[in-house]
């Protein structure tokens, strides 16, 4: 190999084994917790531009030359090294990466794979990212509120790979996994332990080492639990696909579009991309950031400057707009020195197909060429003084770097996501610099720790205070937010009142520190720290409420607070825990539900007891209504009530007032219910589990009611509908095993299953179909249901009260009930009567002699659903009072014949009737009454058609 690569091999004969090679070396380090790059980083400034490394029978040459970089990187006819990614294929027997954008070596199958993807990274789809980096970051800001006190001690690296793994999660595969605020997800910690086993695998024969089974094994859970929670979320992606459904351009929508192009499906293809893109989309980003807050907490003039530059650029902005980016011109340089610095991938490899000479030395054929942005960022021949931390070596200015920096790889195998990890890094760096002042805490080593990817040795430890000295505190109340404003996401006018309650754009310091401030108001006592705590704790699950909307269409209402100025006739209907309902007459005509904070309800009142603050509380409970209504504007179904407005009014002082402007309905009487014909109430338990379909399948996701009774339903012209949604919710039971799931009632318990992704599998679908069967099916299914479908509907009271059917099951059971009822297939078996009656027209009732049956739709007399005359026959033939039905020209909700016929002995076909037809019993009565005479027909029976 040269002069130059003998003298090498001498001065490391030493230390080398002949037959491991360096890997002695190597293996001694890691066990040490030692980094080995800097080891390679002293050979290459010991011995030159090409350093040789031996493992086993192969020979590893590590390039530390632009010339060197240029040639093999920009070039496509050097392939990735084979053997070094395919340690990546499979880990300790689990299908890992495989084949994925990051592992393939094949040119052509990464090309394909790489056009297929170039849509989901595109300028325009990134800037839609912008409210999703907000929301997440944002969310990130909250949890870091809560530890903003000078003296707790947090890791910025796991709070960092928490909110990157939310990110990731809800733009690349549309899953919202809630990692900053759910302890209990798994995803995170599999994360770890597969990027763990992927260093651990260098190890030769690890798998038989006796002592390290049991981390061996958690890898090999982890990476099934990865790709189990892959295949889920894929078949669902899918699904939804194949039905037409309209589906985001993200990049598991590109994987399916690509793979429905090819040939042949290739399921474990789509799952490498899919794991490929989730460790590989947050891991490094959060490095990226966790090492830049320890460069910055180490060099306080730099922190000061970056600073600065976001109160210019931001001043008080809550959400970061696109152009915003561009502007924050030192923050990309500190960015960017970061990577230099602490890169978080040491480099990429090729592999020498044929003989070369690089830099005088000849490289034989087969030899893997390592390339290190790690090494070449720290030599000084390429970064003046590289050890010291300078983002000014990135302004515009200064010369560039050519071919010795490049974090994210160079040349067409280049990093797809670069723009997309610096978009999420600037839109979180400059929020956390805009609120927070942050220490590292003392002791701590800043080594770095190779486990997979580069990351802080000990997780960069740090303590943080709100800033101070942060530009533009004050934020201007809204008194009046148009239609629709919570639609806008999760910085809607509704929340510029974040400053009230210690959470504002300023990290709480308006005020000092999360005292209460407004313009134009003498500044407030600071609310207990509890009741500021549960404040933004409904700010948060308003937020969450609202990303998971994802600013889709809204049903706003046109009433604002002006037609609520002129309502007149207001009167209370009732309250509750939280709030109190009236009516009021509009303006022009029309009647509408009010709904407004109860001042002297029991939540109120228990906050008061608890925490002293009456306006606190009030604005505490004003959250569930403002939650309530944007339920309501994202919910658009028959069995919800409408939303025709809101008023919004954030006034000087702590309080929050908010009025919802709703449909109006009239109580659920269950006692009335109960009194009405079984076709009326199964219309009731109909509607009720399309709702409950309708909320298991929303666009918010499956929804819980977690206040579940008949007390939080109306009446809206004979309709159903659910009208209290303040405790109704969107989150769902975290889990490790099955053993955490358990559904448990009053007097029964059901046991779930733990999904793949931390969650109890349909927990709110079945907590609302087992109340609808113990509050509602229970008592309206089965009395006086007709006796040939009694078989099927005590089929689904016994299988939705244990709950063997899910709703879409329950669904297709009621249909079924329905098809029978409506056609009146039911009727099939049962004995012909009208063959004893004859028809006698222009015969008229007489009021008030009618006999009264139970129940009936008429509490005059005994009105009855029929399907046809012979059913009405055998109904009469039931009763001993009837002596005679009429068959109206009435219909039920479930529709009439549109050619009714009345048989006789005369006429077996039919014939028309009038208005009033009567069926006497027996043929003694003669047709022989003349049509326009009118003689009373009693006691009587009604029916209507269906």
């Not at 003296?151 to 999660?169: G, N, Y």
């Not at 008949?710 to 099955?738: H, I, Y």
Request: glycine share 8%; with cysteine; proline share 5%.
């Amino acid at each position: 190999m040269g002069e130059g690569s003998g003298q090498h091999l001498n001065d490391m004969a030493l230390d080398r084994s002949f037959i491991f090679g360096h890997l002695t070396i190597l293996w001694r380090m890691m066990k040490k917790q030692e980094f080995v790059h800097d080891l390679f980083l002293q050979w290459a400034q010991k011995y030159g531009p090409i350093v040789r490394l031996n493992f086993f029978h192969r020979a590893v040459v590590i390039i530390v030359s632009p010339e060197g970089v240029k040639e093999f990187l920009m070039s496509p006819q050097y392939p990735k090294a084979r053997h070094v990614y395919d340690r990546m294929f499979s880990l300790f027997g689990e299908r890992f990466l495989g084949n994925g954008l990051v592992t393939v070596c094949n040119h052509e199958h990464w090309h394909k794979q790489r056009r297929i993807m170039d849509p989901a990274f595109s300028r325009t789809y990134l800037i839609g990212l912008m409210d999703t980096f907000n929301e997440k970051a944002e969310e990130l800001m909250e949890k870091l509120e809560e530890m903003a006190d000078g003296k707790k001690e947090f890791s910025m690296l796991s709070m960092m790979c928490r909110v990157t793994m939310d990110i990731i999660a809800k733009v690349a595969f549309g899953l919202e996994l809630n990692a900053l605020s759910d302890d209990q997800t798994p995803l995170p910690h599999a994360v770890t332990m597969v990027l763990e086993g992927l260093t651990k695998s260098r190890i030769p024969l690890i798998q038989y080492m006796p002592g390290k089974q049991k981390l061996i094994k958690e890898v090999r859970e982890s990476v099934r639990l990865l790709r189990r929670v892959g295949k889920e979320c894929i078949d669902k992606r899918r699904e939804a696909l194949q039905n037409g459904k309209e589906a985001t351009l993200d990049i598991l929508t590109q994987i399916l579009k690509g793979d429905a192009l090819e040939e042949t499906r290739d399921d474990e293809n789509i799952l490498d991309n899919f794991i490929t893109f989730f460790v590989a989309g947050h891991e490094t980003t959060a490095n990226q950031m966790s090492f830049t807050v320890m460069a910055l907490g180490q060099h306080p003039e730099i922190l000061e400057r970056v600073q600065a530059e976001v109160d210019d650029v931001l001043g008080a902005k809550r959400d970061i707009d696109y152009e915003d980016l561009g502007k924050l011109t030192y923050l990309s340089q500190v960015l960017k020195e970061s990577l230099r610095l602490y890169p978080p991938v040491a480099g990429t490899v090729r592999r020498l197909e044929k003989d070369h000479v690089i830099n005088g030395i000849r490289i034989p054929a087969n030899t893997t060429l390592v390339f290190s942005t790690y090494i070449m960022g720290r030599t000084e021949r390429f970064f003046k003084d590289p050890y010291t931390f300078n983002p000014d070596r990135f302004s515009k200015d200064a010369p560039k770097p050519y071919y010795c920096y490049f974090p994210f790889s160079l040349g067409s195998r280049s990093c797809i996501g670069q723009v997309f990890a610096q978009m999420e890094a600037k839109v979180v760096m400059a929020k956390l610099l805009q609120r927070f002042e942050f220490q590292l805490v003392p002791g701590q080593s800043f080594k770095l720790l190779e486990s997979g990817t580069f990351k802080p040795l000990d997780g960069v430890m740090c303590k943080l205070k709100p800033r101070s000295s942060a530009k533009g505190c004050q934020i201007k109340p809204s008194s009046d937010p148009p239609p629709g404003s919570a639609s806008k996401g999760p910085q809607s006018s509704w929340e510029s009142d974040s400053a009230q309650d210690g959470g504002g754009s300023c990290g709480g310091s308006c005020g000092g520190g999360g005292s209460e401030a407004q313009p134009g108001s003498s500044p407030l006592l600071p609310l207990p720290p509890g009741l500021r705590e549960e404040l933004r704790q409904r700010r948060r699950d308003l937020r969450r409420l609202e990303a998971a909307a994802g600013g889709g269409d809204a049903a706003a209402g046109g009433l604002g607070c002006g037609d609520l100025s002129r309502a007149t006739a207001v009167s209370v209907l009732g309250w509750g825990f939280t709030k109190v309902v009236s009516r009021a007459a509009l303006e022009g005509g029309g009647a509408v539900a009010l709904k407004s904070v109860h001042g002297a309800g029991r939540e109120v009142r228990r906050c008061v007891q608890r925490y002293g603050s009456p306006a606190g509380c009030r604005r505490l409970a004003a959250y569930k209504l403002l939650k309530e209504v944007t339920l309501l504007q994202h919910l658009q179904h028959p069995g919800i009530v409408q939303l025709h407005g809101q008023c919004y009014e954030n006034s000087g002082d702590a309080e929050l007032r908010v009025t919802a402007m709703l449909e109006l309905g009239s109580p659920l009487e269950m006692i009335q219910l109960l009194q009405t014909p079984w076709e009326e109430r199964f219309k009731i338990c109909l509607s009720l589990v399309k709702l409950l379909f309708y909320l298991a399948h929303s666009p918010l996701g499956s929804i819980v009611l977690l206040d579940f009774q008949p007390r939080q339903f109306v009446m809206v012209d004979g309709n159903l509908k659910v009208t209290d949604m303040d405790d109704a919710s969107t989150e769902e039971l975290s889990c490790k095993e099955d053993n955490d799931c358990t559904l448990n009632f009053p007097s029964k318990s059901f046991p779930l299953k733990c999904s793949a992704v931390g969650k109890c599998e349909g927990i709110n679908e079945k907590k609302n179909l087992f109340n609808a069967y113990r509050y509602f099916f229970t008592y309206l299914l089965p009395h006086s249901a007709p006796p040939a479908l009694r078989p099927l509907l005590s089929d689904i009271l016994n299988a939705t009260g244990d709950l063997r059917y899910g709703i879409n099951e329950t669904v297709k059971a009621f249909e079924k009930v329905l098809h029978l009822y409506k056609s009146g297939l039911y009727l099939q078996k049962r004995p012909l009567l009208l063959k004893d009656y004859i028809s006698l027209k222009g015969f008229r009732t007489v009021e008030g002699e009618d006999y009264k049956c139970w129940p009936s739709y008429s509490h005059l007399g005994c009105l009855l659903s029929i399907h046809s005359a012979e059913e009405a026959a055998a109904i009469c033939n039931s009763q001993s009072q009837c002596q005679s039905f009429v068959v109206t020209q009435q219909r039920t909700w479930t529709g009439c014949l549109t050619g009714s016929q009345v048989y006789s002995p005369a006429d077996s076909e039919g014939a028309g009737y009038d208005s009033v037809t009567c069926i006497n019993v027996g043929s003694s009565i003669k047709p022989a009454v003349r049509p326009w005479e009118q003689r009373p027909c009693h006691p009587v029976l009604k029916v209507l058609s269906r």
